[in-house]
């Protein structure tokens, strides 16, 4: 049978993929019944099960394949709600280009141009739905999210265009051709879901209002330019230069909608930057790791070279704190930051490339002559015994012809000599004064890069250096015995500081102590998450400043912020099928659950449960918690929790509500009273409005018993509502 995760065909009756170690039981994509392996239909309802799989990634050699991925969708026909972005791109005028040509003709002056738009969109972890003939449809965030789909997509048109240009620029010289792309891209929710078009061949595709507006975007776009949304404008603004070009009334939309076009980049690359762009948040806590990272730089300035590595998940604030000990140490250093981006990977050296251009102070726009001057003035300056390095340098910093000079060296020599080159030029200049390298995000590090960092580990004992590096919890490294090293856990802000910062956010009138409470709730004091909450509850009308901050009308629910939901779509689409679809299953079940009701709602077997449950804990999606007579578990951040359950489709969310009160009512046939609520939750969201009811009004008066009287009114309001 084949793998749903990796497509590995493995023997009948396995449970476990014998290449992934996915689950292989098959699960309904209506009812989520378990099924056992080769059941052909649903025994619970009926339902086909098979599956369908999007055709597998394969060398871009041909582009006769319309559809290109580097991760095979894994969603069933019923498929799922995700926010993406949408990119559209074709050849401007190809059909007046095209007429009076032989088709073979047309075809070897197309393909090349779709070949690079792939190309560009893969570059960036995109996926190609399909091609157009003469252009393409690609998603980014989809099928598996990224936390900066929007800036892929830009970069992915940059790209494009700047391929295009040089493509062009050959054709205008042969044929007389000229060949220019309009682009256009749009961000919004869409269902994505995978259909079998046959026996072998499957399609993966979205639909929803926004892709056909990314669409509409590009056919206004003028040849050679990229236009997007107003909808983007606050995602991507700093990152990318952008031109306004007023609101414009758009076929099959009501409104006009203001464009923009995509200029060019623009002087931000992270989140911190952009967060300072607009004025950073009070900085509050972190004296503890403020102390650690004064007591290295005093170790390191006394030539004890340190390393001081801070680890957290996203949000915490590892960037905030490098840049708040800068702040305060910066006068006594050289200091010198090596940032690594999501994309980053297939990019190499592309953090040290940053940092070595700022300390040869080279910038994008420079030519070969002034990259050279500037780079064989530093060196000479520093030390004239250096100058063996300067190919190297040269090579790595983008001087023409530098690379040609190095053309028959072996790589591998090459490669080890580069790195020296970086080394000696750090350690000669921590000897002139003390040296504070910052490596920002090494989950995203290349290859290469990495290569550097630990070559840079091992040379600093004796040097002025002060080495800071952050990442998440999944990377890993090989530095932690060493006595020069530091670890600091950095976790979210405890009530009282997470307070403080509201404080500083919204002022201190008593009426928003309410909402505070909420968003301290609902994102458990990690304080990016808390500033885009805010930020989304202003531009949402539901907080107005006027001198002070004013709840200007009642909250009933806290959206998440598209930021947000960003960063934690990214990390459940790096779960396998299996446990994604079960995380899913616990959003619907509830904040805190029980093993007996995941057992009973899932009808998974206790061995597979107990594998995938553990795996979710590992990763810091759900937490068991403490219990006198049953298992139960909580999740970790309620925000997860949230995008988990939106990311459902309705019919299929409803039924699981349904099939969740249904256990309930089994499970504690002789102790409903307990549960009242719960029942009238699940029997309501399922849509079985009568059961809901009637446990609405069970639950009331359970609480007007007890005497909550508003606490019966919300009960019986909320059933009514639906």
């Not at 070949?115 to 157009?132: C, F, N, P, W």
């Not at 190499?348 to 420079?366: K, N, T």
């Not at 000599?417 to 000696?424: D, F, N, Q, S």
Request: charged share 25%; proline share 3%.
């Amino acid at each position: 049978m084949k793998c749903a995760k990796c497509g590995a065909d493995n023997r009948e009756r396995r449970k476990f993929c014998s290449r992934c170690g996915g689950a292989l039981a098959s699960s309904c994509p209506k009812c989520g019944a378990a099924n056992e392996p080769g059941d052909d239909f649903c025994g619970e309802c009926g339902t086909s099960l098979a599956l369908s799989l999007a055709a597998r990634s394969e060398p871009l050699s041909d582009v006769d394949s319309l559809r290109i991925t580097s991760k095979t969708p894994s969603e069933s026909l019923d498929g799922e709600r995700k926010t993406v972005t949408a990119l559209f791109a074709d050849i401007k005028g190809s059909m007046e280009l095209m007429e009076g040509l032989d088709p073979e003709e047309a075809r070897a002056i197309v393909d090349p141009a779709l070949k690079l738009m792939i190309e560009a969109v893969r570059h960036y972890d995109g996926y190609v739905v399909q091609s157009t003939g003469d252009g393409i449809f690609a998603l980014f965030g989809a099928p598996v999210a990224h936390e900066d789909h929007p800036q892929r997509a830009l970069y992915s048109a940059l790209r494009m265009h700047e391929a295009m240009r040089h493509y062009g620029e050959r054709l205008r010289a042969e044929k007389g051709l000229n060949l220019q792309l309009r682009i256009g891209v749009n961000i919004g929710e869409v269902v994505v879901r995978t259909i079998q078009t046959g026996t072998v061949h499957a399609e993966y595709s979205p639909i929803g209002h926004s892709t056909s507006l990314a669409a509409r975007l590009q056919t206004l776009a003028t040849p050679g330019s990229t236009v997007i949304s107003g909808n983007m404008r606050a995602l991507v603004e700093g990152y990318f230069q952008l031109k306004g070009l007023g609101p414009t009334r758009i076929k099959g939309v009501s409104e006009p909608i203001e464009l923009f076009e995509v200029a060019g980049l623009g002087p931000l690359r992270t989140r911190l930057q952009r967060a300072a762009a607009r004025g950073l948040t009070k900085f509050v806590g972190r004296e503890r790791e403020m102390d650690a990272l004064k007591h290295a730089a005093e170790q390191a300035q006394a030539g004890h070279g340190q390393i001081v590595a801070v680890i957290a998940d996203p949000g915490v604030g590892k960037s905030r704190l490098f840049y708040e000990f800068k702040a305060t140490s910066q006068s006594a250093w050289v200091v010198l930051e090596a940032i690594s981006v999501s994309h980053g990977k297939a990019s190499a050296y592309l953090p040290v490339l940053e940092a070595l251009s700022e300390y040869f102070e080279i910038s994008r726009d420079d030519d070969d002559q002034k990259r050279r001057e500037r780079i064989l003035g530093k060196v000479l300056g520093l030390d004239r015994a250096l100058e063996d390095t300067l190919p190297y340098l040269y090579s790595l910093l983008g001087v023409a012809d530098a690379a040609d000079s190095l053309a028959q060296m072996d790589p591998k020599v090459r490669r080890r000599r580069t790195h020296e080159a970086i080394k000696r030029i750090l350690l000669r200049e921590s000897l002139n004064q003390p040296l504070m390298l910052i490596f920002e995000d090494l989950h995203w590090i290349d290859s290469e890069t990495q290569a550097q960092l630990n070559l840079l580990v091992e040379a600093i004992a004796n040097a002025r250096i002060l080495l800071l590096v952050n990442y998440r919890r999944e990377y890993r490294h090989e530095w932690g015995s060493r006595t020069d090293y530091t670890q600091l856990r950095l976790d979210p802000l405890g009530r009282e500081n997470a307070e403080e910062m509201l404080c500083a956010l919204l002022g201190e009138d008593n009426d928003l102590i309410p909402l505070k409470h909420v968003i301290i709730e609902r994102t458990q004091g990690i304080p990016f998450f808390m500033e885009e909450m805010v930020q989304a509850l202003f531009e949402e009308g539901v907080l107005q400043r006027n001198g002070v901050v004013k709840l200007a009308r009642p909250i009933s629910t806290v959206k998440v912020p598209p930021t947000v939901q960003a960063v934690l779509a990214s990390r459940i689409d790096r779960l396998c099928a299996a446990e994604k679809e079960l995380l899913q299953t616990l959003a619907v079940l509830g904040r805190e659950f029980t093993l007996k009701l995941v057992q009973r709602v899932t009808l998974k077997s206790d061995d597979e449960l107990d594998v995938m449950l553990a795996h979710l804990q590992l990763g810091e999606f759900i937490n068991e918690q403490p219990a006198v007579s049953e298992v139960e578990y909580s999740f970790k951040h309620a925000l997860t929790q949230q995008v988990a359950y939106n990311s459902l489709l309705t019919q299929r969310r409803q039924f699981i509500h349904e099939q969740t009160a249904h256990a309930i009512e089994a499970l504690y046939e002789g102790q409903l009273e307990d549960h009242h609520g719960e029942l009238a939750h699940h029997y309501l969201q399922g849509s079985n409005t009568v059961k809901a009811l009637r446990y609405a009004q069970l639950a009331a008066e359970q609480a007007v018993a007890r005497g909550a009287f508003s606490e019966a009114a919300s009960t019986i309001m909320s059933s009514g509502t639906h």
